[in-house]
């Protein structure tokens, strides 16, 4: 496994379990959604934090599937959809570099300019 895949994966493993705890609970709103919601998440966006956790399972099976690692079914599928993981992280960078939530910013900012340069990476076949 070469420096982006194994990039990719540790970083989306910490989101992953970032959304999982705030779908549970965990009192980190601030650092989600601009900060709207201190503390707990309301239901209808812990729900909301349970679909962007499948979200980014799917897309890190697209990545290991392009990577060639694993998913072998998904390779030629992945030469597309690769690029619209890389489109997601570029919108996803934008709204996280300028949302109002300090911790956000710090946090998630450069977490998904990683994300980006790995998937770009990945799907140039670094």
């Not at 970083?11 to 705890?21: D, E, I, N, P, Y």
């Not at 934008?94 to 998630?108: C, D, F, H, K, Q």
């Amino acid at each position: 496994m070469n420096l982006p895949v194994a990039l990719y994966l540790v970083l989306t493993a910490v989101a992953v379990l970032f959304q999982l705890a705030l779908a549970l609970g965990a009192p980190w709103g601030a650092y989600t959604l601009g900060g709207r919601f201190p503390g707990q998440l309301p239901p209808r966006m812990r729900l909301a934090a349970l679909a962007q956790m499948l979200v980014l399972l799917l897309f890190a099976a697209i990545v290991l599937a392009r990577a060639g690692l694993a998913f072998e079914i998904l390779y030629p599928f992945s030469r597309v959809a690769i690029w619209f993981v890389a489109g997601f992280f570029v919108l996803g960078s934008i709204a996280n570099l300028a949302t109002p939530s300090r911790g956000e910013r710090l946090l998630w900012g450069p977490v998904n300019v990683l994300l980006l340069l790995a998937v770009i990476l990945i799907a140039l076949g670094w």
